[in-house]
């Protein structure tokens, strides 16, 4: 079982649509999740960043974690064109410890 | 705030061939990351640095692959000689410590002929 996983996609929603991207772990000592995001030929961009189960959110994003479940999800309201891109989880246990990427899910928003 | 810097971002060289990468992190960032990234799949560590000191190079092909950072700033990432499997995105990240967010680089995109 791979320690981080996602749904590669690619997903296609109209705009305006809630977008709903899901992310499993399987190591339930990871204490903190972040959610990048990554357009075609550009670094991943951070976009939220939780270390407790519960809801987190920022402008049209938010992320959700639940530990017991070791499951996390980022929501978008309002879905734009602009937000087409690549969205990664990426989840960390302690100091000193490495990141571990899910292999990202392909959102496309259609006009 | 200026942000992680990477050079060149592309880079087309013949197998057998050596071929470095360089990144400049973000001002008093103590943690840098090499990663390299194949299409359709996340980054994946090659090599993490706490101010000069590399700290897990596990994952680092040290028969072909070497890095450095100097006086705990700039790093260079080097692949001698290249192998076609090479090619991908190299990203270069930084931190201020070990567990916090990374910020990344636009990468250097390697093509092997």
């Known amino acids: 079982q791979k320690e981080v996983e996602q749904d590669p996609g690619p997903l296609s929603v109209p705009e305006g649509a809630i977008v709903s991207l899901n992310c499993t772990y399987s190591n339930s000592a990871f204490q903190y999740f972040m959610w990048y995001r990554q357009y075609s030929r550009k670094g991943p961009e951070l976009l939220m960043y939780?270390?407790?189960?519960g809801n987190k959110e920022d402008g049209r994003f938010t992320a959700q974690v639940d530990k017991s479940s070791k499951y996390i999800s980022l929501f978008i309201r309002d879905s734009q064109p602009s937000d087409s891109a690549t969205y990664l989880c990426?989840?960390?246990?302690?100091?000193?410890?490495?990141?571990?990427f899910g292999p990202g899910t392909r959102l496309s928003v259609l006009p | 705030e200026a942000g992680v810097v990477q050079s060149p971002r592309y880079k087309i060289i013949e197998k057998k061939q050596p071929v470095a990468f360089w990144c400049n992190p973000i001002?008093?960032?103590?943690?840098l990351y090499w990663y390299r990234q194949n299409l359709g799949q996340g980054p994946e560590l090659l090599i993490r640095y706490e101010n000069e000191e590399a700290v897990d190079d596990s994952q680092l092909p040290k028969d072909r692959f070497s890095a450095e950072r100097l006086k705990g700033v700039d790093s260079t990432l080097k692949i001698q000689p290249a192998e076609l499997g090479d090619s991908a995105v190299y990203l270069c990240?930084?931190?201020?410590?070990?567990?916090?967010?990374?910020?990344f680089g636009d990468g250097t995109r390697l093509s092997i002929l």
């Open positions: 939780t270390y407790s189960s």
């Open positions: 990240a930084s931190s201020k410590a070990g567990n916090q967010p990374q910020h």
């Open positions: 990426v989840i960390n246990g302690d100091y000193g410890q490495n990141f571990v």
């Open positions: 001002s008093g960032h103590n943690t």
